[in-house]
């Protein structure tokens, strides 16, 4: 492996020396109008041409045409995707020499106009901004709504009508120091269509505590606090919905646009609630909109509740030059969507909603997309240029344009011309092609200039091309996507699209970090069963408030009203009324059963939680065990970071999330210690895992060792070889595959390499752990999935750990609890927050419908995109496949499923990977492994026969890419459905937010038991006492045995007469009242109190006075918890402290101080005379402060 790192360390400076380059587009574009003359002809005199004017350019160029006309005039690029679009605005920044503000994409929706589904909050956003510029731009230091100099839209865009006048929807503006009275403010968040919350999380959400509002506008990367004083804006400041604290300084103004183009006015209301009963299945949407609620899918209902709509013509700047991007391409994708809208138009009013067939009753015509050529004739009749760029070379003809000609107005009419400009040729990563492919380049004297976005992809294209023999060329980081080679300049721009066939999926621009989520709500309705500490399983009623005496009259206390079994038979049931600074001993219970109530003061209880922490102790000795034996066994200490690992870790095209980050540097940490690793990380589908283990197999193999990665299933293996060949590609790294899918001589020439050491890293199934491999030297053990290994490969893994490092991956997420409670044991890292740009999978749960289904793959496939269809029954999945065909007869239908032939199953997955086939009906072999970032519907018939967790794992299989995905879950609606099944798909339909998969395992819980937790097959003792409380048990035994000093945590309760607790008034919301409370009761320290006070100030406003005696009371707590004092509290007029014995000569010195002083050794309680009791209510009583000193000083006398 040494002439390995020299190859890294020798190329390594080169290149970096060589990208810091100082080329910049502008230049290359100037060159280009210097030298070529129809490309200077065109660009000088656009408009002498004839209208429309056909222009032979390739798809690279099309970038730099807009650039260079738009210097003269507004020009718009109309182009057959929104995928086009967004390469297309990328490539013209870096081309365009101003303002990157000035090019602007007008997005169209994800969704279809009658599809009762709405499109994104950001989309609509996005396109209110563009509409307000277009007809009301804004010159000066706020670029937000500043002129256009060239707008990219799909052809959607286009020819989808808008609401009349949308250009003139004012967006809400917040400025420090401007006085917005809070109600009118308000008033036009709820108008424009934003969604009010007790919490802000999403975007077009806002919430409003007292003289605070928080928002958080579509447009912005995270959410804004904006602070009143009386009405006037007195702070703006950003803030992380994970955790809700604010950050950074103080923002001066901010934009809150519309969410939805429909605008929730008076009027609209009005007419919505005119028409409820009029529209079947829309009642519901139409009582939403008249009451002011932004409801999903109401945009179906924009012909029904506005006067008119008009075509998006109308908005452009006048004298715009309008580019059509393959106008064959454009037409066809129009006349696609036309045919697929009115499908849905057909289909989604009947199927969305109860299943009762009927057309809709109004006409939705106004809002049908347009004809496509009827478009184009009106733009040319508006004195619009029309210019169509097109792939196909001139014809030669004499219509061609005589470009001399062309300066003197002397243009034949319908010309077409011609640039001299040609597409690359196709190198696909073939690097003899590449290096033939460049040096005929430089041999005709072309200036070669060498695009990619990352800077290490285009470290690692330079070196390979360098390696070659090649170095006249210049490497430009840049979001250029596609090159271009331009005859008449002699200059070659060479794409990493050209020259591998990839390009990165991420936007260069890595987004802000989010924060991982810190908000626990404490989730309990009245009705579910929560276990107390003390006192068991009880049923929780509600909060409630009573009223208490204390110096200054009467004070409002919360408590917790628990409901438990009656004591005697046929008497009510018994109920306890728990303080909230006891919140700490409360948690929601959770398993499989409807549990039996425990009775108050019964012994069942504590029988049940001796039984558990009998086996507890012991699941904890166990683990003790593995601990122990791994930390004295010697491991190999890996080297710490080198360039070329940092050159990798730069080439990811996304922006790592903080988990991810955190993540890596502990597994980084792990490796270098001389102990063997022993790692799980646990993350949601999709949040990044994948890309963990390929930097640490990167580590490892620096160092000259192998690394394996062991798979559960073959499609699993497949795809983590493409991931880690991809990635590794550049690097002298030897990456192979041993599954099912590799032939018998594949694999002998696999074992040869692994045994021989030229095998760097090996992906496969269990057959890795073949005992007759022999590995030269393995350093590092990646395992996936591990619980779905079978009992006799987790032996051979537990023998594994304890001389290699191993590092293991799960997909089913962890809850906080259980990760507490093996921390110190195993090692474990949970990814808990999504991608940035990761968008939630819109799901949808009802009965299945043909037309329904026809219509979801016609929308999917019109976007480029593909379709997983889900069918778990091999027997009968070709009638599947042969209906969706019939369904849609365009599509490209293959069937995949686990009985199949290991060369025939390879071939249709391979074929999927590389756009092939359009829907792949499948079985839940695609459960785990297939990353496919193309693929964006995902369609599951039968959904009631799969389990939850299974449901939440196929829905991961889409919505990896940047378009927004959709999960079908259908069921038959002829045949009934158990109550399991249908409490399986309403969760499933519930938790769509990212990272629910924690949401998701707890419910499993509820609803499937707890299962094999800690390899602990019994499970009754985690049922008797609750998920939440075993987990608790189990950490705390751990940190006995590790800790045999340590003291069991005990409870303290105080009840003084004080008034000390959270207002109504301060937080309304009964739920973030709860996450208040319990967050007073976990804290641990003064430093927990400062961080919680500095949240609630930061959130809700300058706590109150009885908020801040509530602090002053959990200090006391401290004090009295290291003392070992468990209750604190008035009885008539005396002081009762529980807990300690007094040493003689300390009880002595308290009866002289607090005279009349009593000590009760058999329940350890000493009684004091209270300096308040009999005054209570008086006006010469002892304030709330005085109280808490005194109590304070009380405390520190009996420690003395």
């Given at each position: 492996?040494?002439?390995?790192?020299?190859?890294?360390?020798?190329?390594?400076?080169?290149?970096?020396?060589?990208?810091?380059?100082?080329?910049?587009?502008?230049?290359?574009?100037?060159?280009?109008?210097?030298?070529?003359?129809?490309?200077?002809?065109?660009?000088?005199?656009?408009?002498?041409?004839?209208?429309?004017?056909?222009?032979?350019?390739p798809l690279g160029s099309r970038p730099a045409i807009a650039a260079a006309i738009s210097k003269s005039s507004p020009v718009v690029l109309i182009t057959p995707s929104g995928r086009?679009?967004?390469?297309?605005?990328?490539?013209?920044?870096?081309?365009?020499?101003?303002?990157?503000?000035?090019?602007?994409?007008?997005?169209?929706?994800?969704?279809?106009?009658?599809?009762?589904?709405?499109?994104?909050?950001?989309?609509?956003?996005?396109?209110?901004?563009?509409?307000?510029?277009?007809?009301?731009?804004?010159?000066?230091?706020?670029?937000?709504?500043?002129?256009?100099?060239?707008?990219?839209?799909?052809?959607?865009?286009?020819?989808?009508?808008?609401?009349?006048?949308?250009?003139?929807?004012?967006?809400?503006?917040?400025?420090?120091?401007?006085?917005?009275?809070?109600?009118?403010?308000?008033?036009?968040?709820?108008?424009?269509?934003?969604?009010?919350?007790?919490?802000?999380?999403?975007?077009?959400?806002?919430?409003?505590?007292?003289?605070?509002?928080?928002?958080?506008?579509?447009?912005?990367?995270?959410?804004?606090?904006?602070?009143?004083?009386?009405?006037?804006?007195?702070?703006?400041?950003?803030?992380?919905?994970?955790?809700?604290?604010?950050?950074?300084?103080?923002?001066?103004?901010?934009?809150?646009?519309?969410?939805?183009?429909?605008?929730?006015?008076?009027?609209?209301?009005?007419?919505?609630?005119?028409?409820?009963?009029?529209?079947?299945?829309?009642?519901?949407?139409?009582?939403?909109?008249?009451?002011?609620?932004?409801?999903?899918?109401?945009?179906?209902?924009?012909?029904?509740?506005?006067?008119?709509?008009?075509?998006?013509?109308?908005?452009?700047?006048?004298?715009?030059?309008?580019?059509?991007?393959?106008?064959?391409?454009?037409?066809?994708?129009?006349?696609?969507?036309?045919?697929?809208?009115?499908?849905?138009?057909?289909?989604?009013?009947?199927?969305?909603?109860?299943?009762?067939g009927a057309g809709a009753p109004i006409t939705f015509d106004q809002a049908s997309f347009l004809d496509f050529d009827e478009t184009l004739a009106s733009l040319e009749n508006k004195?619009?240029?029309?210019?169509?760029?097109?792939?196909?070379?001139?014809?030669?003809?004499?219509?061609?344009?005589?470009?001399?000609?062309?300066?003197?107005?002397?243009?034949?009419?319908?010309?077409?011309?011609?640039?001299?400009?040609?597409?690359?040729?196709?190198?696909?990563?073939?690097?003899?092609?590449?290096?033939?492919?460049?040096?005929?380049?430089?041999?005709?004297?072309?200036?070669?200039?060498?695009?990619?976005?990352?800077?290490?992809?285009?470290?690692?294209?330079?070196?390979?091309?360098?390696?070659?023999?090649?170095?006249?060329?210049?490497?430009?980081?840049?979001?250029?996507?596609?090159?271009?080679?331009?005859?008449?300049?002699?200059?070659?721009?060479?794409?990493?699209?050209?020259?591998?066939?990839?390009?990165?999926?991420?936007?260069?621009?890595?987004?802000?970090?989010?924060?991982?989520?810190?908000?626990?709500?404490?989730?309990?309705?009245?009705?579910?069963?929560?276990?107390?500490?003390?006192?068991?399983?009880?049923?929780?009623?509600?909060?409630?408030?009573?009223?208490?005496?204390?110096?200054?009259?009467?004070?409002?206390?919360?408590?917790?009203?628990?409901?438990?079994?009656?004591?005697?038979?046929?008497?009510?049931?018994?109920?306890?009324?728990?303080?909230?600074?006891?919140?700490?001993?409360?948690?929601?219970?959770?398993?499989?059963?409807?549990?039996?109530?425990?009775?108050?003061?019964?012994?069942?209880?504590?029988?049940?939680?001796?039984?558990?922490?009998?086996?507890?102790?012991?699941?904890?000795?166990?683990?003790?065990?593995?601990?122990?034996?791994?930390?004295?066994?010697?491991?190999?200490?890996?080297?710490?970071?080198?360039?070329?690992?940092?050159?990798?870790?730069?080439?990811?095209?996304?922006?790592?999330?903080?988990?991810?980050?955190?993540?890596?540097?502990?597994?980084?940490?792990?490796?270098?210690?001389?102990?063997?690793?022993?790692?799980?990380?646990?993350?949601?589908?999709?949040?990044?895992?994948?890309?963990?283990?390929?930097?640490?197999?990167?580590?490892?193999?620096?160092?000259?060792?192998?690394?394996?990665?062991?798979?559960?299933?073959?499609?699993?293996?497949?795809?983590?070889?493409?991931?880690?060949?991809?990635?590794?590609?550049?690097?002298?790294?030897?990456?192979?595959?041993?599954?099912?899918?590799?032939?018998?001589?594949?694999?002998?020439?696999?074992?040869?390499?692994?045994?021989?050491?030229?095998?760097?890293?090996?992906?496969?199934?269990?057959?890795?752990?073949?005992?007759?491999?022999?590995?030269?030297?393995?350093?590092?053990?990646?395992?996936?999935?591990?619980?779905?290994?079978?009992?006799?490969?987790?032996?051979?893994?537990?023998?594994?750990?304890?001389?290699?490092?191993?590092?293991?991956?799960?997909?089913?997420?962890?809850?906080?609890?259980?990760?507490?409670?093996?921390?110190?044991?195993?090692?474990?890292?949970?990814?808990?927050?999504?991608?940035?740009?990761?968008?939630?999978?819109?799901?949808?749960?009802?009965?299945?419908?043909?037309?329904?289904?026809?219509?979801?793959?016609?929308?999917?496939?019109?976007?480029?995109?593909?379709?997983?269809?889900?069918?778990?029954?091999?027997?009968?999945?070709?009638?599947?496949?042969?209906?969706?065909?019939?369904?849609?007869?365009?599509?490209?239908?293959?069937?995949?499923?686990?009985?199949?032939?290991?060369?025939?199953?390879?071939?249709?997955?391979?074929?999927?990977?590389?756009?092939?086939?359009?829907?792949?009906?499948?079985?839940?072999?695609?459960?785990?492994?297939?990353?496919?970032?193309?693929?964006?519907?995902?369609?599951?018939?039968?959904?009631?026969?799969?389990?939850?967790?299974?449901?939440?794992?196929?829905?991961?299989?889409?919505?990896?890419?940047?378009?927004?995905?959709?999960?079908?879950?259908?069921?038959?609606?002829?045949?009934?459905?158990?109550?399991?099944?249908?409490?399986?798909?309403?969760?499933?339909?519930?938790?769509?937010?990212?990272?629910?998969?924690?949401?998701?395992?707890?419910?499993?819980?509820?609803?499937?038991?707890?299962?094999?937790?800690?390899?602990?097959?019994?499970?009754?003792?985690?049922?008797?006492?609750?998920?939440?409380?075993?987990?608790?048990?189990?950490?705390?035994?751990?940190?006995?045995?590790?800790?045999?000093?340590?003291?069991?945590?005990?409870?303290?309760?105080?009840?003084?007469?004080?008034?000390?607790?959270?207002?109504?008034?301060?937080?309304?919301?009964?739920?973030?009242?709860?996450?208040?409370?319990?967050?007073?009761?976990?804290?641990?320290?003064?430093?927990?109190?400062?961080?919680?006070?500095?949240?609630?100030?930061?959130?809700?406003?300058?706590?109150?006075?009885?908020?801040?005696?509530?602090?002053?009371?959990?200090?006391?707590?401290?004090?009295?918890?290291?003392?070992?004092?468990?209750?604190?509290?008035?009885?008539?007029?005396?002081?009762?402290?529980?807990?300690?014995?007094?040493?003689?000569?300390?009880?002595?010195?308290?009866?002289?101080?607090?005279?009349?002083?009593?000590?009760?050794?058999?329940?350890?309680?000493?009684?004091?005379?209270?300096?308040?009791?009999?005054?209570?209510?008086?006006?010469?009583?002892?304030?709330?402060?005085?109280?808490?000193?005194?109590?304070?000083?009380?405390?520190?006398?009996?420690?003395?």
């Amino acid at each position: 492996m040494a002439n390995k790192s020299d190859f890294f360390a020798n190329n390594m400076s080169d290149s970096k020396d060589f990208i810091n380059s100082n080329v910049s587009f502008e230049n290359i574009l100037k060159d280009i109008l210097d030298k070529n003359e129809a490309f200077k002809s065109l660009v000088s005199n656009v408009l002498d041409f004839p209208n429309p004017l056909t222009v032979a350019s390739p798809l690279g160029s099309r970038p730099a045409i807009a650039a260079a006309i738009s210097k003269s005039s507004p020009v718009v690029l109309i182009t057959p995707s929104g995928r086009d679009a967004s390469d297309a605005v990328s490539s013209i920044r870096d081309w365009y020499d101003g303002d990157p503000q000035d090019i602007a994409e007008l997005e169209a929706w994800e969704t279809l106009p009658h599809e009762r589904l709405s499109p994104r909050a950001d989309t609509v956003a996005s396109r209110m901004s563009v509409f307000r510029r277009l007809k009301h731009p804004q010159s000066g230091k706020n670029r937000m709504f500043s002129p256009i100099r060239v707008l990219v839209m799909p052809v959607r865009s286009i020819i989808q009508p808008v609401v009349e006048n949308i250009s003139d929807v004012e967006p809400l503006v917040f400025e420090c120091g401007k006085e917005v009275p809070i109600d009118s403010a308000v008033k036009r968040l709820v108008e424009n269509s934003y969604n009010r919350v007790e919490l802000v999380m999403n975007r077009g959400e806002f919430a409003v505590r007292g003289g605070i509002i928080d928002v958080f506008s579509p447009t912005m990367n995270h959410p804004v606090r904006i602070e009143f004083f009386g009405d006037e804006i007195d702070t703006i400041k950003q803030f992380h919905a994970s955790d809700q604290r604010t950050y950074g300084e103080n923002i001066n103004s901010i934009w809150a646009t519309a969410c939805r183009e429909l605008q929730l006015t008076k009027d609209i209301q009005n007419r919505a609630k005119s028409l409820i009963g009029k529209i079947q299945n829309a009642d519901d949407m139409l009582e939403s909109i008249s009451n002011a609620i932004p409801v999903e899918g109401m945009e179906s209902l924009l012909p029904a509740l506005v006067d008119k709509m008009e075509p998006v013509e109308n908005l452009l700047p006048k004298n715009s030059i309008i580019l059509i991007s393959d106008p064959e391409k454009c037409r066809r994708a129009a006349q696609d969507l036309s045919r697929t809208a009115n499908e849905f138009l057909a289909a989604s009013w009947h199927v969305a909603a109860s299943g009762r067939g009927a057309g809709a009753p109004i006409t939705f015509d106004q809002a049908s997309f347009l004809d496509f050529d009827e478009t184009l004739a009106s733009l040319e009749n508006k004195n619009h240029q029309v210019i169509n760029l097109t792939s196909f070379g001139s014809d030669k003809s004499p219509a061609t344009v005589d470009i001399k000609e062309s300066s003197e107005n002397k243009i034949v009419k319908n010309s077409r011309l011609e640039l001299s400009i040609k597409s690359p040729q196709e190198f696909r990563g073939d690097n003899e092609k590449i290096s033939s492919g460049i040096s005929g380049l430089i041999a005709n004297g072309f200036k070669v200039y060498i695009i990619a976005s990352a800077y290490g992809t285009l470290s690692r294209l330079s070196r390979a091309i360098q390696s070659t023999g090649i170095f006249d060329f210049v490497p430009i980081q840049s979001q250029i996507v596609d090159g271009f080679i331009d005859e008449q300049s002699k200059i070659s721009i060479l794409t990493e699209r050209d020259l591998t066939g990839k390009t990165s999926s991420a936007s260069a621009l890595k987004t802000p970090r989010r924060r991982r989520k810190s908000i626990d709500l404490l989730d309990l309705k009245p009705g579910d069963f929560v276990v107390h500490d003390q006192h068991g399983i009880g049923k929780f009623i509600g909060m409630r408030q009573r009223n208490i005496k204390t110096s200054s009259g009467e004070a409002t206390r919360e408590y917790l009203e628990i409901e438990y079994a009656p004591s005697k038979r046929n008497a009510p049931a018994d109920k306890l009324f728990i303080p909230t600074d006891q919140l700490d001993l409360v948690s929601k219970y959770i398993g499989a059963e409807i549990p039996k109530l425990n009775k108050l003061g019964g012994s069942d209880w504590a029988a049940t939680k001796a039984k558990a922490k009998k086996h507890v102790q012991e699941v904890a000795e166990d683990l003790i065990k593995l601990y122990s034996a791994r930390a004295s066994t010697k491991g190999f200490a890996f080297s710490s970071d080198t360039p070329w690992q940092k050159e990798l870790e730069d080439a990811f095209p996304y922006q790592e999330t903080p988990d991810q980050l955190t993540t890596i540097d502990e597994v980084k940490q792990d490796m270098q210690k001389p102990i063997p690793m022993d790692r799980l990380i646990c993350g949601d589908v999709g949040f990044g895992k994948t890309e963990i283990a390929v930097r640490a197999a990167f580590k490892a193999v620096q160092d000259g060792k192998q690394v394996v990665v062991l798979a559960p299933t073959t499609l699993l293996v497949q795809q983590h070889y493409e991931t880690f060949t991809n990635r590794f590609s550049g690097f002298p790294v030897t990456v192979a595959a041993m599954s099912r899918f590799q032939s018998a001589k594949e694999i002998d020439a696999t074992m040869q390499g692994i045994e021989s050491g030229q095998v760097d890293v090996v992906v496969g199934t269990h057959k890795l752990l073949n005992p007759n491999i022999k590995f030269k030297d393995l350093g590092l053990v990646i395992i996936d999935e591990e619980q779905r290994f079978g009992v006799e490969h987790k032996e051979t893994l537990k023998a594994l750990r304890t001389n290699v490092d191993v590092l293991s991956l799960s997909a089913t997420p962890i809850p906080r609890t259980l990760e507490m409670a093996v921390t110190g044991i195993r090692e474990m890292s949970t990814l808990a927050t999504p991608p940035e740009d990761r968008l939630p999978v819109l799901t949808y749960v009802g009965a299945y419908e043909d037309a329904q289904v026809a219509a979801c793959v016609k929308r999917e496939l019109l976007r480029g995109g593909q379709v997983f269809y889900v069918h778990n029954r091999v027997e009968d999945i070709s009638k599947i496949a042969s209906n969706i065909q019939k369904l849609v007869p365009d599509a490209r239908v293959a069937i995949a499923h686990g009985k199949m032939g290991e060369k025939q199953l390879d071939t249709i997955i391979r074929d999927f990977w590389h756009r092939d086939i359009d829907v792949l009906v499948c079985t839940t072999i695609i459960e785990t492994g297939l990353d496919i970032s193309n693929a964006n519907t995902l369609i599951v018939d039968h959904a009631d026969r799969f389990g939850l967790s299974q449901l939440h794992q196929l829905r991961g299989r889409v919505g990896r890419g940047r378009e927004r995905a959709y999960a079908y879950f259908l069921y038959d609606p002829t045949k009934p459905m158990t109550q399991q099944a249908h409490d399986r798909l309403a969760t499933i339909a519930q938790y769509t937010a990212l990272g629910s998969g924690f949401d998701v395992a707890m419910k499993d819980l509820e609803l499937r038991g707890t299962g094999n937790l800690l390899g602990d097959a019994q499970s009754g003792h985690i049922e008797g006492v609750g998920f939440d409380l075993y987990v608790r048990m189990v950490s705390e035994a751990v940190e006995k045995y590790k800790e045999p000093d340590h003291k069991e945590s005990i409870s303290v309760s105080i009840d003084l007469p004080i008034e000390a607790s959270i207002p109504v008034s301060y937080i309304d919301s009964d739920k973030l009242r709860l996450e208040a409370y319990r967050k007073l009761a976990e804290a641990q320290n003064d430093e927990d109190l400062k961080e919680i006070f500095n949240e609630l100030s930061d959130r809700y406003g300058n706590p109150p006075k009885s908020l801040q005696t509530l602090f002053d009371v959990a200090r006391l707590r401290f004090k009295a918890k290291q003392m070992g004092v468990n209750q604190i509290s008035m009885q008539g007029k005396t002081v009762r402290v529980i807990g300690v014995d007094p040493a003689q000569s300390v009880w002595m010195r308290l009866s002289r101080i607090y005279r009349g002083a009593q000590f009760k050794p058999v329940t350890h309680t000493m009684i004091f005379p209270s300096p308040f009791a009999s005054v209570l209510g008086d006006s010469s009583s002892m304030s709330e402060k005085e109280i808490v000193e005194w109590t304070k000083q009380l405390l520190e006398d009996i420690d003395w």
